[in-house]
């Protein structure tokens, strides 16, 4: 159920229309202990008291991190990376009962946000930012495919000649690209025909513009269909997108050439391919 930037992109912009000018009342957290002592939550949990009595100004994203800004400086950032639920409900008292996080507004309104795997709940003055790692990947870091920059050009320019695998050119914290995940990446991989072994430097300018298509493409389209179909959203709407590549494909055939769906370890987790229609 991983969170990568287009259903980063959806929840920000969910949150942008729900969120701005409401005045938060209390947070909680709840179950938390293990997150912190992994770095996915603040150690001290009195941070998110800073929350407390600010009100939201306004929610971007940027990579796979959701960044909702408060007035008075400080910041709440959200990245259920590898997993988690971040909902928003109208009345408090409709909150789901399972979250590591709450944030109840003036009015009635709360968010609550459960990580189910990998991931961040930070919150954080703006000074403190770039602490995070998350911070600095998603918001310093790399190109963003929903950005104007993101051209053929600049994309050929930035993979061409770099003698790493395309996992590492794509995906983590020395990518040209914020945003995209394993999951992502084997679905970009397919839909381009490049097998996940292929290294940047091989590429050649048809499939370097392959590529660049196929991520546009994914990010499109996944944003088009409300995210991935494993995901829900602000309000618990499953996404419509079924990736074309993936753990999803396990023991079936190719669509495209009929082939059966392999499976690799690679570049340190598993990665699944069509091993015609992937060169
Ligand atoms: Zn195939």
């Given amino acids: 159920m991983s969170v990568e930037l287009p259903e980063a992109r959806i929840l920000a912009e969910q949150m942008m229309v729900a969120l701005p000018g409401r005045r938060v009342k ?26 407390v009595g600010r009100t939201v100004e306004a929610v971007l994203s940027r990579g796979n991190t959701v960044r909702v800004t408060l007035d008075g400086g400080v910041n709440l950032l959200l990245a ?20 590591h996080l709450m944030v109840g507004f003036d009015g009635g309104g709360a968010l609550t ?23 600095r990947r998603d ?31 794509l995906v983590g914290k ?20 490049l097998h996940p072994r292929r290294r940047a430097s091989s590429l050649c300018p048809r499939e370097t513009g392959r590529l660049f298509e196929a991520v546009m493409n994914l990010v499109g389209e996944r944003m088009s269909l409300g995210g991935k179909d494993e995901w829900v959203d602000l309000y618990g709407k499953r996404g419509g997108y079924a990736p074309r590549m993936g753990p999803n494909l396990l023991g079936r055939a190719c669509p495209v050439c009929g082939s059966g769906v392999e499976r690799i370890q690679h570049g340190g987790g598993a990665v699944y391919l069509c091993p015609v229609c992937q060169v």
């Avoid at 639920?85 to 979250?99: I, Q, T, Y």
């Avoid at 020395?174 to 025909?193: C, E, H, K, P, T």
Wanted: proline letters at 2%; glycine letters at 12%.
């Fill in 113 to 135: 946000v459960r990580l189910t795997s990998m991931g961040l709940v930070l919150a954080a003055r703006d000074g403190d930012l770039t602490g995070s790692y998350m911070y």
């Fill in 174 to 193: 020395d990518a040209v690209l914020v945003g995209l995940s394993n999951s992502a990446f084997m679905d970009v991989i397919y839909r381009a025909g």
């Fill in 26 to 51: 209390r947070v909680e957290l709840r179950d938390c202990e293990k997150l912190q002592r992994m770095g996915f939550v603040n150690r001290n949990p009195e941070d998110f008291s800073m929350l």
């Fill in 139 to 169: 918001f310093l870091g790399g190109l963003s495919p929903l950005e104007d920059g993101f051209t053929l050009e600049r994309f050929t320019k930035l993979v061409s000649g770099v003698n790493r695998g395309l996992k590492q050119v």
């Fill in 80 to 99: 259920p990376e590898y997993g988690g639920l971040v909902l928003f409900h109208r009345d408090e008292g409709e909150a789901a009962a399972r979250w």
